[in-house]
Structures are given as C-alpha cells and as structure tokens.
C-alpha cells in the first residue's frame, strides 16, 4: 500500500479557492456569446480548481513507447470544422472557449485539423527543442486491482490508501485497469465512500518533477458521472502552492474540458483561465509546454492560454480524480487515458 502523506511526505494539499466575483462575471458574458455561436453553451462556468494530493516513495521505471510521429504544438484557431476523432470512433464536434487571463482575453475555437489532432497516435521521439523522456502507450492489459503490483508498478506511482484532497472520497490504486490499449480510472462508491484514483508517472525509476517540460495526454470519459471530477495537473515536488499550479485538463466528467493556470506568488485565484465547450465524452489530447519564458496550454492542437508567470521549481505531473462534499457519487465515472508523453528542455 502507499504510505500515507503523514508517513511519507508533506501535508496534504489544500483545495484552490473559486474564481473572483469579477472573473465569473465576465467569464459568463463570454460564454453568453459563445452560446450564440455554437452548438451547445458552456457548462461548469465558475467551478474552481481541483489541487493534486502529494505521494510518498519511489519505485523503479522502465518508459514504455511505441513507434508513431510527434504531435505538433499547438495554434491559435480562428475557425472551426467537423470532424472524427477517437480510437472508438466518436464523431468530433465543434468546441468553443472563453478565455481569459495575463496572456489575453477572448474567444478560441476548434480548427480544421482539431479532430485529427485529437485522434493523434503516442507521440514518440525528441522534438525542437526537446528530449522525450517518458511514453507510455498502455499496450499490456491488467485487470483492477493488479495495476500497482504488475509492470506499470515501475513506471507509475499510484495514490493508495488516504483520504483525497477535501477527505470526502479515498485514492485506490484497485480503480485502475488497462484494456484495449488504454488506461481504466473507474472510480465508484464501495462501502459508503467514493473510491478515485490519482497517478504520477515515474520519470527515470524515480518520483519527482522538473523545472520545465511538454506534456501531453490522450484521454476521454467512458462513463460520465457529475459526482467526479478529473484534473490532469503539474503540481510543486515541494507540496508548496505558492510555487504555483498548472491544471491544463479539469472538469466535471458530464461537462466540458477546463484550464488553469494559478500564477506562483498568488495562486488563490487563477491569473489565467479557459473554459470549453469540449465534452469529457469524446477523444482529446490536451497539452502544457513549459519554458523558461511561458506556459501554453492547448486542446486538440489549439491554443487555449499563454501566461508569462512562470513556475521556477520543480513540478511533477498528476492524474487524479476529486470529489466535493455533496456531490452524488452513486453513479461510476469512468475516465480513459489512451497514452501520456512528457519531454524537457534540451540541456536539461
């Protein structure tokens, strides 16, 4: 079993406060003229950030990779196309997102190339700039409850055993399964308490982060469930929030992918944030790259956000679920992951 924070690491971290009066305001007005113009309005317009629960230990790793190009970074969009995306098949809708934050305000769309950006295959391979060190494709099944003790047990490190962020549900490490080439998170109530499950990959053989890097997942929700949220976040080696917090996928499982930035110095409120009308239910590949300079995040080969209020220490990647108190939790959520890939900075 994972040792506990208390045994093992620092306390657990605290839960991000909602956006500002005058951020949901005007995230609303953008959202009203999204819903003018698209198919669909926004949905989750003023939830909060989740935060991303320390673990404790380390194992041994081995980066798992298949062969297959480079995805491309991501572009700012001006128009949207139909299209199809998805191991399964699913059509690709249109998606919109309001945008706000230090790096521009506004309104984003989904492009011509977004649906074959969304059904991109596990980038394998270095690109401009940066050296891949870590891919796993999810290419070996593994029943639930075997993930930890099987060979993903030296390429990820598994939250188990401990309440999650607001101490409402518990991280169990027997959610997890792979099948069809790709990661099972199913998270469910079992004995009166919601079970979720939060996952760091082990970059090296060791737990731990980095001063910059690229990372970018493929995933989508099998069964959605509005009692269960899913973030996919970089979050401080330290447990320090102030250092910063990087949420490039949020959301609510029946409701649309959602980014965060929470600046260093000031993470409270988010100093950058994009709501999207892209639902959980179809195949997305969302993205942060990291430099020296700035953060971007993009979906689907889309830009959403740009801010200059850069993390300087080192942050490591998290794959978890949460839940509030009240929520209903009585339906099982499950969330696929297709592939994740990470790279740092050259020289680094």
């Not at 298949?66 to 970074?73: D, E, I, K, N, Q």
């Not at 401009?128 to 029943?143: I, S």
Request: hydrophobic letters at 40%; a negative charge.
């Amino acid at each position: 079993m994972t040792p506990t924070p208390e045994e093992s690491g620092p306390p657990r971290l605290r839960r991000a406060r909602p956006l500002s009066s005058g951020a949901r305001r005007w995230t609303a007005v953008v959202a009203g003229a999204v819903a003018l113009g698209a198919a669909g309005a926004l949905v989750h317009l003023a939830g909060g950030p989740a935060v991303g629960s320390p673990a404790g230990g380390a194992a041994p790793s081995a980066a798992q990779s298949s062969s297959s190009a480079p995805a491309a970074a991501g572009t700012d969009a001006t128009e949207a196309t139909e299209g199809t995306g998805g191991t399964a098949g699913a059509s690709a809708t249109l998606w919109t997102a309001a945008v706000q934050g230090t790096g521009g305000s506004g309104v984003r769309t989904s492009t011509a190339g977004s649906a074959q950006a969304a059904d991109a295959p596990l980038p394998v391979g270095d690109l401009p700039g940066w050296h891949q060190v870590f891919a796993d494709g999810f290419d070996t099944d593994v029943p639930e409850g075997s993930f930890s003790s099987s060979a993903y047990g030296a390429r990820w490190h598994a939250y188990d055993g401990f309440p999650d962020t607001f101490k409402v549900g518990a991280y169990s490490d027997d959610v997890l399964s792979v099948s069809d080439g790709a990661l099972r998170m199913r998270w469910r109530t079992q004995g009166g308490v919601p079970l979720v499950s939060g996952i760091v990959p082990l970059v090296d053989g060791r737990w731990g982060g980095h001063v910059g890097g690229r990372y970018s997942v493929r995933f989508r929700s099998e069964a959605p469930s509005s009692g269960y949220n899913a973030v996919f976040l970089l979050w401080p080696d330290a447990n320090a929030w102030n250092q910063g917090e990087v949420d490039f996928a949020e959301g609510a499982l029946d409701g649309g992918v959602r980014a965060y930035h929470h600046c260093p110095g000031h993470p409270e409120v988010p100093c950058a944030s994009a709501e999207t009308t892209a639902g959980w239910g179809q195949w997305h590949v969302a993205t942060v790259d990291w430099t020296a300079t700035d953060v971007t995040y993009s979906l689907d080969g889309v830009r959403l956000l740009r801010s200059t209020d850069v993390p300087t220490d080192p942050l490591h990647l998290v794959l978890q679920g949460y839940v509030r108190p009240g929520w209903d939790t009585t339906r099982d959520a499950v969330v696929q992951v297709d592939w994740v890939s990470v790279w740092y900075p050259d020289g680094s």
